[in-house]
């Protein structure tokens, strides 16, 4: 089966939770300086990662849709200064499930440096969720409380932060686990 075939599959039962974090490497900051110092060949590149994204996003709405027809719970999650979030196809899918934007940031889930000058020191990732959860809204919605230091993201720390630290997987539990029990 097709990784469509088996995301739909999957998708019809009653009550199901979908979080959904598409690759966001043509919408990324550093793709904004590449299409202005980067040639042709660049541009193509960048083009095929949009272009990827969108193909995504077209499976991510049919999938969103029987999520919906069985109340389960949507969660859509790219970086929150990802140029995906003004794509026109994004604020359809938004406006279709009326998805609530949450903006969070790392720092307030433990996110730290993994790098050897600044390890644990914290690091201030933007995301950004849109969900239809009012639970999930409420248990990501925290931002930069701003009494602790940041250290910049790059390097190393760049790539680290595209997962999830435990503190952030425990708070959308959390919030999946009291939409279930209301």
Known sequence: AS?????LSAADYPGLTVWMSLE???GSQFQ???L???GPSTRMLIASHRNKFMDMLNVAFVVARVVKRN?????FELPGSCDYWKEPLLLRFISEFRLTIVDLDGCMFNLRSQKHDSEGVALRKHWRVATNSQHIAD????RCSKDHEHVRICGTD?????RYTPEFAEAAHRAIL???IN
Do not use: P, Q, S, Y
């Open 158 to 162: 760049t790539k680290f932060t595209e």
């Open 71 to 75: 109340h389960g719970i949507i969660c």
């Open 178 to 180: 009291k939409e279930t």
């Open 36 to 38: 202005i110092k980067g």
């Open 139 to 142: 248990e990501l919605g925290l």
């Open 24 to 26: 966001c490497v043509g």
């Open 3 to 7: 990784g469509r075939e088996f995301a």
């Open 32 to 34: 904004r300086l590449n």
